[in-house]
Each structure stands twice: as C-alpha cells, then as structure tokens.
C-alpha cells in the first residue's frame, strides 16, 4: 500500500485489499473513508468486508462514494463532516485515491488558501489545478457568508 500524506491528520490510498485493514490499524489509523462506488470494477474488494474488519479493529467507517469528477455539495459535506468528527488521522481511498485527494480539497476550500491545498497534494503527487476554479469558487462562496 503507497499511504500519502495530505496534512497532520489525513492520508489517502488505492483501494485497500481486506488484508491491508489490519495494516492500517496497526499503522494508527482511526478512521476510514471510502470513496469509491461499490462494484465499480469486477475486481474490487466487498465493501461491507472491509468496512466489517474496520470496525472489528475498533476503526470508525464512512461510506462517501462518488464517480470521478463528479463531486455535488452534499458530497463534499457529508465528505467535511465525516473529517471533522471522526477520530485521527483518517484515511481516505477509492479506485487510485484521487477522488478522496479532490473530496478532501473541497471540503476544506472553505478553510485553507486553495495554494496550501494545491500545494499539499501536489507534495503528495496529486495535481490539483484543474480544480482551481472549483475550490475558489467554494472559497469565494464562503467569504460572502
């Protein structure tokens, strides 16, 4: 498993196999976050097992799933809520961990310089610049809040 940092208290992954659960909470991870559709691909990993040895491990488990690029409000909220009242660190996945990279942006585009985020991710080896518009959009929304 390749585990990326984006901040102090989030890390993202390609889907994990059931066997990379007890790695994760062996790693200290607390909390989960899935992103990706169940039965995306034929080879993806059951949903209910993994989020079954999650919790058998005493890790706290959401379900946010969402298409590539297709990220609505109620996402992103349920995304910024799942962050801010789950216990750390957390890890977010999906198919390649770009999804859960773009959730955690927007979710927190009202709360950073959209640089830092851009920044973070890109340390991280994701390129968030084709969502520049988007996460000052989000951020512009919220300053005339």
């Known amino acids: ?19 990379d ?19 995306e691909t034929e080879d993806q990993p059951d949903t209910d097992a993994l989020k079954s040895k999650a919790e058998q491990l005493g890790m706290t488990w959401y379900e946010i799933p969402v298409e590539p690029g297709k990220y609505g409000p109620k996402d992103i909220e349920a995304f910024a809520n799942a962050l801010r009242s789950s216990p750390d660190p957390v890890l977010g996945y999906c198919r390649t961990g770009k999804r859960a990279v773009h959730l955690w942006a927007l979710a927190n585009a009202t709360f950073y310089p959209i640089p830092d985020l851009i920044g973070k991710a890109g340390a991280a080896g994701f390129d968030l610049e084709p969502m520049r518009n988007s996460l000052e959009t989000l951020r512009n929304r919220s300053d005339r809040q």
């Open 1 to 19: 498993m390749d585990i990326k940092q984006l901040d102090q208290n989030y890390s993202v992954t390609a889907q994990p196999a059931i066997a």
């Open 21 to 39: 659960i007890e790695e994760l909470a062996s790693a200290g991870f607390r909390t989960i976050i899935a992103s990706r559709p169940r039965n």
